[in-house]
């Protein structure tokens, strides 16, 4: 019956259109997608925790973004940030995050006094150290 070859008989039709036994080096018959990847996304992870008060609670939020950076470091710890869990609308940043000369950010907390910092042990420093 005609309904029942095998699920690969195209490839076999295939390779008998380029000639059956002959080898081509070099040429496959799987082309490349015709649509280009995608390019990555920036998502956001909520993780919620209580606190007794707000500074308690910057703190707290300090401490797991900087561990989770130590964890994975492809997080973006600049972008990280507080609010309250009922107005996140209401989000704080909670590091500087100042572009520095050779294009690096601060990974100080936000607000700090002196001068900013690249990341990394032994970072670079710069600015003026009024904490601008």
Known sequence: MRDNRPPYWRQR??????????????ASLIAPPRRPARPGRFFTVHLGFT????????E???????ALSLLRPELALG???????????????????ASGPDGERCVDVAG??????APGP??????????D
């Not at 259109?17 to 070099?26: F, N, P, S, T, W």
């Not at 606190?51 to 910057?58: K, L, V």
């Not at 032994?122 to 904490?131: E, V």
């Open 79 to 97: 972008a990280s940030a507080l609010s309250p869990a009922d107005a996140w609308q209401r989000a704080e940043r909670l590091f500087c995050g």
């Open 51 to 58: 606190a007794p008060d707000t500074e308690s609670a910057r």
């Open 13 to 26: 039709r295939a390779l008998e259109g380029l000639g059956a036994g002959r080898e081509v080096a070099g």
């Open 112 to 117: 700090h006094p002196g001068f900013h910092h």
């Open 122 to 131: 032994g970072g670079l420093g710069w600015g003026d150290g009024d904490g």
């Open 60 to 66: 707290l939020a300090v401490g797991y973004a900087e």
